[in-house]
């Protein structure tokens, strides 16, 4: 059996972002995406197009935040950053993840009815 890459939920991005970003500081998208990866041990692999709607999206709603900089190897990059409405976004986000993840843990282990 072959095994493929995860394929994400509707707004989980957005969480695996809105979490990046808390946990690593500013950083620019495509450092975003190899940090997703690196921590997902590669299960999720995420192309440009894909972060860079997220970022937007999440930019869009000002629980990030965008300025111009330098990378490492001295090429121009927007760095994001989570504002206080995205720190507390993820807050929200991450409790009600926590909460499906258990509901669906609870419906997939429930033992049949006799």
Do not use: F
């Amino acid at each position: 059996m072959t095994e493929t890459k995860l394929d994400l939920l509707q707004g989980t991005l957005d969480l695996l972002v809105l979490q990046t970003l808390a946990s690593m500081g500013s950083l620019h998208g495509y450092g975003i995406a190899r940090r997703i990866e690196q921590v997902s041990g590669n299960e999720v692999l995420l192309n440009q197009g894909t972060i860079y709607a997220s970022l937007v999206r999440l930019q869009q709603r000002g629980w990030i935040s965008a300025a111009w900089g330098m990378s490492d190897n001295n090429r121009r990059a927007k760095y994001y950053t989570l504002t206080r409405s995205g720190r507390k976004q993820l807050a929200v986000e991450t409790a009600n993840w926590q909460r499906l993840s258990a509901v669906i843990t609870r419906v997939l282990s429930a033992k049949p009815e006799m």
